[in-house]
């Protein structure tokens, strides 16, 4: 079998991750994150059907490939990423209502602050919440889901801000304490 190229390789895992969790329960959809404004990092994400909104597990395709590139066979590659998306399956998560976002007072427990690089983010950040210290953007962030080993996390947008009638200094600040 001649070597897969990168595309055919992410059509490949996604088929038959699906396949091996039980193929009419799952469905796997290539979802792009942005990780700065430069840089998009594939990633595939992995759902039962008709699953409401929220966190999924998913895994990025791009140490995988590498992987099978360097040597591993695809069963050695697949074998890998499902103990990956059946850890994230079985690990209990805390997930955060999406409603949070409609008060503040719901929501201001779920706010965090993270410092990330301002020149290699500044057109993702021009619809959220931050502020500028040279080279630093400490951006406002909200906590959506949490388990032992991971937090995850979205930007709040300045949308959010006008919505709940607050000054977005002050939901910085709130975020700190």
Same mark, same amino acid.
């Given at each position: 079998?001649?070597?897969?190229?990168?595309?055919?390789?992410?059509?490949?895992?996604?088929?038959?991750?699906?396949?091996?969790?039980?193929?009419?329960?799952?469905?796997?959809?290539?979802?792009?994150?942005?990780?700065?404004?430069?840089?998009?990092?594939?990633?595939?994400?992995?759902?039962?059907?008709?699953?409401?909104?929220?966190?999924?597990?998913?895994?990025?395709?791009?140490?995988?490939?590498?992987?099978?590139?360097?040597?591993?066979?695809?069963?050695? *590659?697949?074998?890998? /990423?499902? !103990?990956?998306? $059946?850890?994230?399956? #079985?690990?209990? +998560?805390?997930? &955060?209502?999406?409603?949070?976002?409609?008060?503040?007072?719901?929501?201001?427990?779920?706010?965090?602050?993270?410092?990330?690089?301002?020149?290699?983010?500044?057109?993702?950040?021009?619809?959220?919440?931050?502020?500028?210290?040279?080279?630093?953007?400490?951006?406002?962030?909200?906590?959506?889901?949490?388990?032992?080993?991971?937090?995850?996390?979205?930007? *709040?947008?300045?949308? /959010?801000? !006008?919505?709940? $009638?607050?000054?977005? #200094?002050?939901? +910085?600040?709130? &975020?700190?304490?």
């Amino acid at each position: 079998m001649a070597r897969l190229d990168y595309e055919e390789f992410k059509e490949y895992c996604m088929k038959n991750v699906v396949k091996v969790l039980g193929g009419s329960k799952y469905e796997a959809t290539s979802q792009p994150i942005q990780s700065s404004d430069e840089i998009v990092i594939d990633s595939v994400q992995i759902k039962e059907k008709n699953m409401k909104p929220g966190y999924f597990p998913s895994f990025r395709v791009q140490p995988y490939y590498l992987d099978y590139c360097n040597g591993k066979t695809l069963g050695e *590659v697949m074998l890998d /990423i499902i !103990k990956t998306i $059946e850890g994230f399956l #079985d690990k209990p +998560l805390v997930l &955060a209502d999406p409603s949070i976002f409609n008060t503040f007072d719901e929501a201001k427990d779920n706010l965090i602050i993270r410092p990330i690089s301002y020149k290699k983010n500044k057109k993702l950040l021009k619809d959220h919440i931050y502020k500028r210290h040279g080279d630093i953007a400490i951006v406002l962030y909200m906590l959506m889901q949490s388990s032992n080993e991971s937090l995850g996390t979205a930007k *709040v947008a300045r949308e /959010i801000a !006008k919505q709940w $009638e607050l000054n977005e #200094d002050f939901l +910085l600040q709130t &975020a700190l304490y």
